[in-house]
């Protein structure tokens, strides 16, 4: 994907760049208002991360800039405000998703990832990992044509693992991924181990191979294809 940061924090902003290059994304960068609205004005990207409270103006700016040229890019807010307010008014004017900082880089992938996959596939995705397939529009699974009847938790966390499929994801990062705001109601785990266990279990029973690696002291890996 070609990305687009714009984002006034340096550090933050380099940590996003170093992020998604390594993950094989181009990144281009812009620090304020101007530079951003510069480069919107003269090249398209699939995904544009957007803070609100830029240097010289508003994201919010931006997003309606955007939105006015008709751009295809799909839109995630990035700032450190956390009011309704400006969460509505920015999903109002188009944007495609909403996070608060501070975040963990692997939430903010799979969102990208989220709002690039329902971009790209129209609402009727067929995702295909190993023996396995999943249609996003029905949220349902099968394996060699056979459904595979997965909980809610267990379905997102499938799509979590896919999505950051080779990439080591942290049980914090799990639980923020599945309970949100609430993640700290899964502060113990336990329930994140069960969680996954379940699906494995489920995924090897119907496939005859475990997909998802535990990586001792850090969290889980999906390791198929």
């Given at each position: 994907m070609k990305l687009l940061l714009v984002e006034d924090e340096i550090d933050l902003l380099d940590e996003m760049d170093a992020y998604f290059s390594e993950q094989g994304h181009l990144c281009e960068r812009a620090i304020d208002f101007v530079q951003a609205e510069d480069k919107l004005a003269l090249y398209s990207y699939d995904v544009v991360i957007l803070d609100i409270t830029l240097p010289g103006g508003s994201g919010l700016q931006l997003l309606e800039i955007l939105k006015n040229k008709s751009a295809e890019a799909g839109v995630l807010i990035l700032s450190a405000?956390?009011?309704?307010?400006d969460r509505l008014t920015g999903?109002?004017?188009?944007?495609?998703d909403y996070l608060t900082k501070p975040f963990f880089m692997e939430e903010l992938n799979a969102r990208i990832n989220a709002i690039q996959r329902r971009k790209s596939f129209s609402g009727s995705a067929l995702i295909k990992a190993g023996d396995l397939e999943i249609n996003t529009q029905a949220k349902e699974v099968y394996c060699h044509g056979e459904k595979i009847a997965l909980t809610k938790k267990e379905y997102e966390l499938l799509l979590y693992f896919i999505i950051n499929k080779k990439r080591v994801v942290s049980k914090e990062s799990i639980a923020i991924h599945l309970w949100g705001d609430n993640y700290d109601?899964?502060?113990?785990y336990d329930i994140i181990y069960t969680h996954t266990m379940n699906l494995r279990k489920k995924i090897s029973k119907n496939t005859g191979e475990d997909y998802i690696e535990t990586v001792y002291g850090m969290g889980y890996k999906w390791i198929k294809k």
């Open positions: 405000r956390d009011s309704l307010k999903l109002d004017l188009g944007a495609d109601l899964a502060a113990s």
